[in-house]
């Protein structure tokens, strides 16, 4: 008994050690990261340093590579939380608030990039950033690419929601529209999305529906 009950109780430990040890590398992780996700949604990938990322984090090198393998693992990892924080809880979640049904909603995008873009410290679109700035055989390119490709996953299924024929082509054409207003914010067009708009209307008032094939009453 006297030996189970030690042997309980050393296990015991050791599962609070393991568990104090993930804990602390969680949190110098997320330090890390959001140390990273700063200076990259600022400044860009390429523009920012290991060293800087370290000096506004706090951490040792060594606590970076024991979360990270490379800079280009903690940048795909910045590109995720990208995704979380502006595509899903800010897009979506603002599109959703502005229209009642799919046509309003695919307009309301350009509502809610006319704000961002007003907005003092407006950083631009990271995926594009880092689309452009990267290679385009890097494992950060092709992250780049997944990511703005899931915006036009929803666009797209606004577009079979609001039952318009070929709705992939509708969304990259969309996607353009959406795409070249935040380029030309970037280049102090301020008021993109309101002109992006006007010719986002005509398109999705010129796009083919799908026929209603249901017998009228």
Known sequence: MAESAVRRKTNRRTRILRKAESKQKNSTRERILDAAYDLFAANGVSQVGID?????????????????????????????????IWTRGWLEAEIGKRGSNAEERLLAIFDAFDEWFHKFGFEGCSFINVLLESDTKSPVHQAAAIHLARIRAIVSKLAREAKLQE?????????????????????GHRNAARDAKRAARLVLDGWKRTADRRKPL
């Open 167 to 187: 709705p992939e082509k509708f969304a990259q054409a969309w996607h353009m529209l959406m795409k070249g207003s935040i380029v030309s914010a970037c280049e």
């Open 52 to 84: 800087t990322i370290l000096a506004k984090s706090g951490c040792a090198k060594a606590s970076l590579y024991g979360n990270f393998n490379s800079k280009v693992d903690l940048a795909v990892a910045f590109l995720e939380r990208r995704e979380a």
